[in-house]
């Protein structure tokens, strides 16, 4: 009997979850399924500024693919200033002084700049901390070391991204 009563009362609390939650305020940032909502405009509405070495580039090249769903602008409202830096450090040293694992730390600086009157709107930084593998073979370093810096630019790319659609959707709200 209690087993049946907790199932009817999950059940209710699941049925009356959305209504809860509708009431307390509560909205998708980036809109309905298959729709673009006003942050998602928003963002495309963003002119992305090239960044220095390959590492920018594929940040930029992440952030394209996460603000843009129907081309670049023409006539963007804003533009996006980024600055990447990259540290790496050996973790796990052993007796013969050679690494076993690195951390790589990743830090984009950027600043939302309105492109009507120049002014910086919003201004902030996001960082990555990936580690990786140093192992025996030379090409393996290579390749544990390129995936961690694809990692890190993944995460750096999504925090932006998330940054960025807090700071429209607050704007929006604002009389």
């Given at each position: 009997?209690?087993?049946?009563?907790?199932?009817?009362?999950?059940?209710?609390?699941?049925a009356l979850s959305p209504v809860v939650l509708g009431a307390c305020g509560f909205k998708p940032v980036y809109g309905t399924a298959g729709q673009q909502g006003p942050v998602g405009a928003a963002l495309a509405n963003v002119q992305i500024d090239p960044i220095v070495d390959r590492n920018g580039q594929i940040l930029r090249n992440n952030?394209?693919?996460?603000?843009?769903?129907?081309?670049?602008?023409?006539?963007?409202?804003?533009?996006?200033?980024?600055?990447?830096s990259a540290m790496e450090e050996e973790l796990g040293i052993q007796k013969d002084a050679?690494?076993?694992r690195a951390r790589l730390r990743l830090q984009a600086s950027y600043e939302l700049i309105d492109t009507h009157n120049g002014q910086v709107v919003y201004r902030t930084f996001s960082r990555s901390v990936i580690s990786f593998?140093?192992?025996?073979?030379q090409f393996a370093v290579l390749a544990s070391r390129q995936d961690a810096y694809d990692r890190g630019l993944t995460e750096l790319a999504d925090d932006i991204r998330?940054?960025?659609?807090?700071?429209?959707?607050?704007?929006q709200q604002q009389p």
């Amino acid at each position: 009997m209690s087993h049946r009563l907790s199932s009817i009362a999950a059940a209710l609390l699941l049925a009356l979850s959305p209504v809860v939650l509708g009431a307390c305020g509560f909205k998708p940032v980036y809109g309905t399924a298959g729709q673009q909502g006003p942050v998602g405009a928003a963002l495309a509405n963003v002119q992305i500024d090239p960044i220095v070495d390959r590492n920018g580039q594929i940040l930029r090249n992440n952030l394209i693919d996460r603000f843009y769903t129907d081309g670049r602008p023409s006539d963007p409202r804003y533009r996006l200033a980024v600055s990447l830096s990259a540290m790496e450090e050996e973790l796990g040293i052993q007796k013969d002084a050679t690494a076993t694992r690195a951390r790589l730390r990743l830090q984009a600086s950027y600043e939302l700049i309105d492109t009507h009157n120049g002014q910086v709107v919003y201004r902030t930084f996001s960082r990555s901390v990936i580690s990786f593998n140093l192992l025996d073979s030379q090409f393996a370093v290579l390749a544990s070391r390129q995936d961690a810096y694809d990692r890190g630019l993944t995460e750096l790319a999504d925090d932006i991204r998330t940054r960025l659609s807090l700071y429209f959707a607050r704007e929006q709200q604002q009389p």
